[in-house]
T-cell receptor, first 114, second 116 residues
Framework: DVKVTQSSRYLVKRTGEKVFLECVQD?????MFWYRQDPGLGLRLIYF???????EKGDIPEGYSVSREKKERFSLILESASTNQTSMYLC?????????????FGPGTRLTVT | AQSVAQPEDQVKVAEGNPLTVKCTYS??????LFWYVQYPNRGLQFLLK??????LVKGSYGFEAEFNKSQTSFHLKKPSALVSDSALYFC??????????????FGQGTTLQVKP
């Protein structure tokens, strides 16, 4: 089974802090994704990566950056956390294989910024 | 613009009755479609996908989905609902403009409530 793990289930940070969210997958997937999930807004893509050191902006990249130094690890960075970044953050990965586009998700990190 | 719509925020059914969660899509080219389920405080779990072939796709936990090209729909169904099926359901479609990256476009989600 594919396993995607996220470093924390719950996180509380203060406004202005630098926040790191880590995601690790164990299935050698090329693609990795960061989403945030808010009630009534569904899943919104923040950033994704289709290879080591490669990244592309998603729909809402402002206030976030990412790092992918190793294939299995994809980090989301909040440079200076703000209260409007309080949300559930979901990481996902998928295989770069024709007709195999399903994404596998981690359990999520619920971040509260006070 | 490529998009996915789930027209119902919430669906309520009685246990034992059939359930349908609706999804419509708008994408260029052949659609690759997915359904996911999310239980409270958990990540999304993959249920099933349609890539090509038979319009009726069977997935996990007794769910199935019917692809209808003329109506651009991909509704999720189950013949007999269980209370444990109560969850948030997401429909998704592959972004045809980013096909080599595996990017998906998700609907807003539908909350399914199954009453005993």
């Amino acid at each position: 089974d594919v396993k995607v793990t996220q470093s924390s289930r719950y996180l509380v940070k203060r406004t202005g802090e630098k926040v790191f969210l880590e995601c690790v997958q164990d299935m050698d997937h090329e693609n990795m994704f960061w989403y945030r999930q808010d009630p009534g807004l569904g899943l919104r893509l923040i950033y994704f990566s289709y290879d080591v050191k490669m990244k592309e902006k998603g729909d809402i990249p402002e206030g976030y950056s990412v790092s992918r130094e190793k294939k299995e690890r994809f980090s989301l960075i909040l440079e200076s956390a703000s209260t409007n970044q309080t949300s559930m953050y979901l990481c996902a990965s998928s295989l770069k294989l024709y007709r195999s586009y399903e994404q596998y998700f981690g359990p999520g990190t619920r971040l509260t910024v006070t | 613009a490529q998009s996915v719509a789930q027209p119902e925020d919430q669906v309520k059914v009685a246990e034992g009755n059939p359930l349908t969660v609706k999804c419509t899509y708008s994408v260029s080219g052949n659609p690759y479609l997915f359904w996911y389920v999310q239980y409270p405080n958990r990540g999304l779990q993959f249920l099933l996908k349609y890539i090509t072939g038979d319009n009726l796709v069977k997935g996990s936990y007794g769910f199935e989905a019917e692809f209808n090209k003329s109506q651009t729909s991909f509704h999720l169904k189950k013949p007999s609902a269980l209370v444990s099926d109560s969850a948030l359901y997401f429909c998704a479609v592959r972004d045809p403009h980013a096909s080599n990256t595996g990017k998906l476009i998700f609907g807003q989600g539908t909350t399914l409530q199954v009453k005993p």
